[in-house]
């Protein structure tokens, strides 16, 4: 078994650290004949000679032993070398014998993949954005995520980071969280990534807007409790300028129709209203006339009260002055007022004040548009109105910050 055996051997002296024998194995491994090894301490082949002696002493103490230590070759190589040593007993001679493995390549694949780590941690750590891996179950359970979390929510890594209390799926908005589903589920079915734009809560309270791109380690079976790869990006500050852009292309556009709103109420309605008053005083003329030329006359005076109150219509239409001053309830109740009374409508606004310029306005539009609608195409006998929605905080710390969702 000693000479026959593949792996090196070698049997010590526990007295004197001499080198007793050696396998075919260990000439061949280290380059030195049996003569020259039995003219060697185990300490003269070793880089750190009191590691070599201790490891000796504990083998005698505890019968086994195994360690790691770095020899040198008969060329002078080092080899980093693995080494388990017994304590045997040989004609009433205590001897040490060792079985050692050369793990210098190991060694050399560790430290390059500790050095790969270290990099790739670096570069995960570098990215502006939230790198993850997580399971696809009901909470999202991270197993990974890198500090950049913290930019975003305000929680380090190490508080969502396989913790009890905070898990990332309780960050999502509730709202996003079922269309958030929908496509990690579409992606696992159709084996691709997935992206999606989610609101994410902070710390303070308040929300960030993020872009998800993410992929599934393997497609076998169900999805749950697959893990995900994936990469998170702050974008609130390009949603905030789209939104910005949007705004100020909407006040753009009340900008002109306030304008050409005046243009009529103050130009072309005024300019009616005149017109049908000079008309109007050359009816005693007209009467002594009769006939056909008085019924020409009347035929004009209903067409300029037309005009007039069509120029009016337009005119409040583009820019209704009572959701400005009264509020988009009042602006309803003043535009179902003046509809067709062949139509019944419902108007349900319980507890709804909603006098916003912009969003009193935007809403009113919308009711304005889909009641003009109903009129034209549906044919309908009853329009029933229900704004719905619920007052709800921006910022947690601010509680004059609110908005209508």
Request: charged content about 25%; overall charge negative.
């Amino acid at each position: 078994m000693f000479n026959d055996n593949a792996s090196i051997m070698l049997l010590i002296d526990v007295d004197t650290y001499n080198i007793i024998d050696i396998n075919p194995a260990a000439e061949k491994f280290y380059g030195w004949t049996a003569e020259n090894f039995k003219q060697l301490k185990i300490t003269d082949i070793c880089l750190h000679p009191e590691k070599a002696k201790h490891s000796i002493q504990t083998a005698c103490a505890e019968k086994n032993v195994r360690f790691e230590i770095v020899h040198r070759l008969s060329n002078g190589t080092l080899c980093e070398m693995e080494v388990f040593g017994s304590l045997l007993s040989i004609n009433g001679k205590l001897i040490i014998h060792e079985i050692i493995h050369d793990v210098s390549a190991k060694k050399r694949a560790e430290a390059d993949l500790i050095e790969k780590n270290k990099q790739l941690n670096l570069l995960i750590q570098s990215i502006p954005g939230v790198v993850f891996n997580c399971y696809n179950n009901e909470d999202n359970r991270m197993n990974f995520i890198n500090d950049y979390i913290q930019e975003i929510t305000g929680y380090t890594a190490a508080e969502i980071n396989n913790n009890n209390t905070i898990h990332y799926r309780m960050l999502i908005h509730p709202e996003d969280i079922p269309k958030f589903d929908i496509a990690v589920e579409d992606a696992y079915a159709h084996k691709s990534m997935y992206n999606f734009s989610y609101r994410l809560l902070n710390k303070d309270g308040s929300y960030r807007w993020v872009y998800e791109i993410g992929e599934f380690q393997s497609y076998e079976g169900p999805s749950k409790d697959k893990r995900i790869d994936g990469i998170i990006f702050d974008i609130t500050n390009r949603i905030t300028n789209e939104e910005m852009k949007l705004s100020a292309a909407y006040d753009a556009a009340e900008a002109e129709r306030t304008r050409i709103s005046h243009e009529i109420h103050d130009g072309i309605q005024q300019t009616l209203v005149a017109s049908k008053l000079m008309i109007s005083s050359i009816r005693k003329d007209i009467d002594q006339l009769g006939g056909r030329l008085l019924e020409k006359y009347n035929n004009g005076i209903d067409l300029l009260d037309q005009g007039i109150t069509e120029a009016r219509s337009i005119a409040h239409s583009l820019m209704p002055k009572q959701v400005n001053e009264y509020g988009y309830v009042v602006a309803v109740e003043h535009l179902i007022a003046n509809l067709d009374k062949k139509i019944e409508v419902e108007f349900n606004h319980p507890d709804l004040m909603l006098n916003d310029g912009k969003f009193g306005t935007n809403l009113f539009r919308i009711t304005q548009e889909a009641i003009n609608n109903i009129i034209k195409h549906a044919a309908a006998t009853k329009i029933i109105i229900t704004p719905f929605g619920s007052w709800q905080p921006i910022n947690t710390n601010d509680s004059r910050q609110w908005r209508w969702l």
